[in-house]
């Protein structure tokens, strides 16, 4: 996520990465999964479903900031632009796939 970041586009927080699934330009949503309370991003595993983007957990909401370029946490983070993670990112959304199909 920090090369994204550097090098490419990523939405940063949980309204603008509703937004960006709603609006079709996110490749990949990562949520923390110690956000209190749950409700602030219970939405986006079935939105993202709906509008089949792939969507990976971390455990981490301050580390999620971190690596998003943020000094303070991040619910959620939307990977709109790949940038040099191109391939990364292609590895990650095929093992969600796999994962998915299971």
Known sequence: LEVVN??????????ET???VERGIAKLV????DVEPQEIVM???PLCEEKNVP??????KLE???????DVAA???AVIEPGDAKSSIEEI???VEKLKKV
Not at 30 to 33: F, K, L, Q, S
Request: proline content about 5%.
């Open 6 to 15: 550097n090098t490419g586009k990523v939405k940063r927080g949980t309204n």
């Open 18 to 20: 509703t937004k960006a």
């Open 30 to 33: 990562v949520i923390a999964e």
């Open 43 to 45: 939405h986006l595993p």
């Open 55 to 60: 969507y990976v957990y971390v455990p981490s």
């Open 64 to 70: 999620l900031g971190r690596a998003a370029g943020i």
């Open 75 to 77: 619910a959620s983070v």
């Open 93 to 95: 959304i095929k093992e």
